[in-house]
């Protein structure tokens, strides 16, 4: 039993790590250690926070301090456990085409 739970966190993580990033724009709203609040087209997101979480600004890293209101695009990912992770936080982001 113990051989095919790794066998299948081995193939999870495969597959995870071939899936491609998903972006969201929203308005940030708060935020912990844990988590990234925002508001999209009405909804209000919870997105994991993880130590592999970045912070960019003119695609250069930068610190987690965010001003409530502030619009970001985020690229997130599904973890094993189904949750939406935050992988890379724009804090300049790019005006949407239309």
Known sequence: MLKLASA???FGSVLLAQMPLVTLR???KEMD???ITIESEGETVVLRRT???RFLRNNKPVGAEVARG???LIEVEKDLAAS???VNVYLDPPKPTQ
Do not use: M, R, Y
Request: proline share 0%.
């Open 8 to 10: 299948w966190l081995i």
């Open 26 to 28: 929203g308005a940030f």
């Open 33 to 35: 250690k844990h988590s």
């Open 51 to 53: 130590k592999k979480t």
């Open 70 to 72: 502030t619009e970001l």
């Open 84 to 86: 939406i992770v935050a």
